[in-house]
């Protein structure tokens, strides 16, 4: 979301005022559409240097949606540091005491079509982050892929991430670099086995293990894996919008109803109508409901939209209600309470709040 939504566009002043204009419309239409199915605020990690304005752009437009936080993903580590990155990055998020840190971490993909810096450049970046995180008491979202050992042996010398002190006074928003007061460690889109789950859960109670359509089971033979041993006080919820789709669980036409055409002018919604007719007459009334249906409806004709347009999908943060049921169902859990501990473990982490009382107890296994 925060990748793509507000950049800039080229040209001519009235031609770049124009097309801002219409971006800002799209991304308030998908902030509607995710408020519509019950999404009451969301994390959005900036991944360069370069996202760090748009990152903070879109914080400032929904001060009670955005909750943001700020890093350099491994994946732009490779001629991405400029130097002094690492007091900049400091500087910022002492003027911006609701933000969290990150996207940080290790990628260690060995298929990966990226040209992914060296393990060694990967580590000493994220020192840096869980330094500045931990010196700052904000929380800290990380990017493990292949690497749960060697996050596991450097983030270790940073333990014990722990949640907020329910007996702290509340940090508010004011010049206070406390202002969420917890140092939280999120496993951005986790993949990882059960070993690997209790390994990192020791490293305190404030370790959370963010779930999204990737994590899911491919396979209906297959099991839930690592994430049966992930208890209720651990879990939050992600859809890595405008990445991390997956068609498997979601339908492809469902997110594109939702992220074509939302905020556009009149021209060029009538000129994409006749394609998106079906679709988003289905989602008219979006609630978890209509969701639900409409991912069961919109399967087969959204794989014919793209094969036919061969265009790129855009997740979005609506699409969690889509997903919910799916990860409840691959948990072993009811939907109502994975919910509801999303819910409070993701205010606890982004928004400050002092845990529910039993929350911060480390559970499962």
Excluded at 118 to 129: G, I, K, M, P
Excluded at 175 to 188: I, R
Excluded at 220 to 235: D, K, N, Q, V
Excluded at 252 to 271: D, F, I, Q
Aim: proline share 6%; glycine share 12%; hydrophobic share 35%.
């Amino acid at each position: 979301m925060g990748q793509w939504a507000l950049r800039g566009g080229e040209g001519d002043e009235g031609e770049g005022e124009n097309e801002e204009n219409r971006r800002h419309r799209r991304l308030d239409a998908i902030v509607a559409r995710a408020r519509l199915v019950g999404v009451a605020g969301v994390a959005c990690c900036s991944c360069s240097e370069e996202d760090w304005k748009t990152v903070a752009a879109l914080a400032a437009r929904y001060p009670d949606f955005v909750h943001p936080s700020f890093g350099l993903h491994p994946w732009c580590l490779e001629g991405g540091r400029k130097p002094g990155w690492e007091a900049r990055l400091e500087a910022l998020l002492r003027s911006l005491p609701s933000a969290g840190v990150g996207e940080s971490g290790i990628d260690r993909a060995k298929t990966s079509k990226r040209k992914l810096p060296s393990l060694d450049v990967q580590l000493e970046a994220l020192r840096v982050h869980a330094r500045i995180a931990r010196e700052l008491r904000r929380p800290l979202t990380v990017h493990c892929v292949k690497a749960a050992g060697a996050i596991h042996e450097t983030l270790s010398a940073f333990a014990p991430f722990s949640r907020r002190d329910p007996t702290s006074p509340s940090g508010g928003s004011g010049p206070s670099p406390l202002a969420l007061d917890n140092t939280c460690l999120v496993l951005h889109g986790w993949q990882g086995h059960k070993e690997e789950v209790l390994r990192l859960s020791r490293l305190g109670n404030g370790v959370f293990f963010s779930l999204g359509a990737r994590s899911l089971p491919r396979k209906e033979e297959e099991t839930a894996g690592g994430l049966s041993h992930i208890p209720p006080s651990r879990l939050l919820i992600e859809t890595d919008s405008p990445d991390g789709f997956e068609p498997r669980c979601l339908g492809e036409g469902l997110v594109r109803a939702l992220a074509e055409g939302e905020g556009e002018g009149e021209e060029e919604k009538e000129e994409k109508k006749e394609e998106k007719e079906e679709a988003v007459g289905s989602l008219s009334n979006s609630t978890q409901q209509g969701l639900a249906a409409a991912k069961k409806n919109m399967n087969q004709e959204s794989s014919k939209h793209h094969n036919a347009r061969n265009a790129p999908l855009l997740n979005q943060p609506a699409n969690v209600a889509a997903l919910l049921p799916e990860l409840a169902r691959a948990l072993g859990r009811d939907e109502g309470e994975v919910a509801r501990a999303c819910w409070e473990n993701a205010r606890s982490v982004f928004c400050g709040a002092a845990p529910p009382s039993g929350g911060g107890e480390s559970g499962g296994g």
